[in-house]
């Protein structure tokens, strides 16, 4: 069942056609050095809404962030070439056979200038937000510069949509503002686990606790099982006391987790491990860890303890990988898990996976077409199932 929820959709604008419309898309992608796309999984999700305003002969003003760019000594944000969008629009051109024109600014007198000049089914895509502090600082002032750009605005960036950001958040308050294709196909699923088919069940991996708090408290009541993974599951080790030598643990982390006791919160019972050459990977039991042991992945007897729950649940959602996947001998706890909820997906439940780092193993391992809605939101998707505020929604989503 899906959450009764209002979603003011770009598909029922009126009047589209030859509209100035600023596209507000998370592009923050990774790239390399030279700052080339190495993965477009959030480039092609957004090509559904940019192909939806190309149909109706749109003036598209694309604007996104990439990285985090740093400020310096006198508070101003430096401009580094790898946190341009440059490249985005390279590869996004490439992806249409469309040009995608870059400016190298995002507001200013160029900038309107050569807004001025976009014609029907053109697309211009501008420099960094974030090369501007008041971006992030939600300025009004920057969010009516943006706004005076274009004539409606549309958000198809979920995956920031947590942010209280002028291009998020403020902006909506100066300009028509509208859901993307992506985001109104993201709130209508994810709103499936708010209200699941039950079982439900909660895989949580990754490193940070606090950063999926308010998921645990929103979920814990409605899943019959929450099963633990990553360096997460040292966090919890660590709250119940048993040794997990040179793990890396946020000690906040720790504080935090003492307080779920819940019975459905269910652990690693034997781990993969190995010292800090991680040249040799070693299957142990909970109780078998030394000092020297840094846990890196879960173990087999974990991977079939945590696909019989799989195998039980109606609804599964996924976040965060269950140990070091990247490199070759601690991934078969993420791969073990990947193959489990695909084989469950697609059919007998609904598979709900995201998180940058989980997106990234389904992609690696190419089981991402055997889930059935994989978020570009990690961040966003905790909010949102963890029923948090998200200011890029406010206006939008109802």
């Not at 598909?11 to 923050?28: E, I, M, S, Y």
């Not at 995608?100 to 160029?110: A, E, Q, S, T």
């Not at 633990?228 to 906040?252: M, P, T, V, Y």
Request: glycine content about 8%; aromatic content about 6%; hydrophobic content about 40%.
């Amino acid at each position: 069942m899906i959450c009764d929820m209002e979603i003011k959709s770009i598909r029922k604008a009126k009047k589209l056609t030859g509209k100035k419309v600023l596209l507000r898309a998370d592009f923050n992608v990774p790239v390399n050095i030279k700052g080339e796309v190495k993965d477009d999984f959030k480039i092609l999700a957004s090509l559904p809404t940019i192909r939806f305003l190309l149909r109706y002969k749109c003036r598209i003003i694309i604007i996104t962030h990439l990285g985090r760019p740093q400020s310096n000594s006198d508070s101003k944000i430096k401009k580094v070439k790898c946190c341009s969008v440059k490249h985005i629009g390279a590869h996004l051109s490439r992806l249409l056979n469309k040009k995608v024109k870059f400016i190298n600014d995002c507001v200013g007198f160029k900038v309107g200038t050569e807004v001025s000049k976009i014609k029907a089914g053109e697309i211009l895509i501008l420099e960094n937000l974030r090369f501007h502090k008041a971006e992030m600082e939600n300025s009004k002032k920057f969010a009516r510069e943006l706004a005076s750009l274009a004539d409606i605005y549309v958000n198809d960036a979920f995956g920031v949509s947590h942010r209280k950001h002028a291009s998020l958040s403020a902006i909506k308050n100066y300009i028509p503002s509208y859901a993307g294709i992506l985001l109104e196909n993201e709130v209508k699923n994810l709103s499936k686990a708010l209200n699941p088919k039950q079982p439900l069940l909660t895989v949580l991996g990754g490193a940070k606790l606090a950063t999926k708090i308010s998921l645990i408290k929103n979920l814990h009541k409605k899943s019959f099982r929450i099963l633990i993974g990553g360096a997460l599951a040292s966090i919890f080790f660590a709250a119940h006391n048993l040794e997990i030598g040179k793990s890396l643990i946020d000690k906040a982390s720790v504080k935090l987790a003492k307080k779920f006791k819940d019975k459905s919160i269910i652990l690693p019972i034997d781990v993969i491990v190995s010292d800090s050459s991680m040249e040799k990977a070693q299957v142990k039991s909970i109780s078998g860890i030394n000092k020297n042991d840094i846990i890196l992945d879960i173990g087999p007897q974990t991977i079939k303890l945590y696909s019989s729950y799989i195998r039980k649940a109606k609804t599964i959602i996924w976040n965060g990988p269950m140990g070091m996947f990247e490199n070759e001998r601690f991934k078969h706890g993420t791969l073990g898990i990947a193959c489990a909820i695909a084989s469950r997906s697609v059919g007998q439940a609904y598979g709900i996976a995201g998180g940058g780092e989980t997106v990234k193993a389904l992609r690696a391992m190419k089981m991402i077409d055997y889930i059935d809605w994989v978020s570009t939101g990690g961040g966003a998707m905790l909010a949102f199932l963890g029923k948090e505020r998200l200011p890029g929604l406010n206006k939008i989503v109802n």
